[in-house]
T-cell receptor, first 113, second 110 residues
């Protein structure tokens, strides 16, 4: 049973470009949350998707957007990349409420140069 | 404002030592989570607590809801325990959003 799968694992982009990160949730999970983890910091909540809609959003600008597909997989899009967007982007999946359990992916390391 | 504070930030221990990592939080929570993150970045859930104490192997997690404080203990530490340990809370009433601490980087020396 596959856990959460994120792709790509590493990515280098140039400032001003756009990037799309992908997440496939654990089998049986229907909710996907995205987090940004800067070096030496704890993860920060970006947003959460459930039933193909953004259910909650953290304190991130509109340059960060997402999507959830009918198969529950999700994408995180970041436009007009800034150097400060360099971070590890983590995806976590759960079923409904997190109180029923959640699983993190291994993350995508984004470097903006 | 940090909803979750962890201490210490860095910790170096000799193999076999008893280790304690502390976590304090400022919001009402539905659950507190202890997570382990290895250098590759992947996060593994160790414990989810809403009260009392849980034990898994050499790991023990406790929580005091009244004091808004939790501790993670590692008995008989081993070099393979070297990792970043992160405390996270899910805030009561906001559903599924986590607040994370900045993590404690643990190095266990043989």
């Amino acid at each position: 049973d596959a856990g959460v799968t994120q792709s790509p694992t590493h990515l280098i982009k140039t400032r001003g470009q756009q990037v799309t990160l992908r997440c496939s949730p654990k089998s049986g999970h229907d909710t996907v949350s995205w987090y940004q983890q800067a070096l030496g910091q704890g993860p920060q909540f970006i947003f959460q998707y459930y039933e193909e809609e953004e259910r909650q959003r953290g304190n991130f600008p509109d340059r960060f957007s997402g999507h959830q597909f009918p198969n529950y997989s999700s994408e995180l899009n970041v436009n007009a990349l800034l150097l400060g967007d360099s971070a590890l982007y983590l995806c976590a999946s759960s079923w409904g409420s997190i109180y029923s359990g959640y699983t993190f992916g291994s993350g995508t390391r984004l470097t903006v140069v | 404002k940090n909803e979750v504070e962890q201490s210490p930030q860095n910790l170096t221990a000799q193999e076999g030592e008893f280790i304690t990592i502390n976590c304090s939080y400022s919001v009402g929570i539905s659950a507190l989570h202890w997570l382990q993150q290895h250098p590759g970045g992947g996060i593994v859930s160790l414990f989810m607590l809403s009260s009392g104490k849980k034990k898994h192997g050499r790991l023990i997690a406790t929580i005091n809801i009244q004091e808004k404080h939790s501790s993670l203990h590692i008995t008989a530490s081993h070099p393979r325990d070297s990792a970043v340990y992160i405390c996270a809370v899910s805030e009561r009433g906001t559903g599924n959003q986590f607040y994370f601490g900045t993590g404690t980087s643990l190095t266990v020396i043989p």
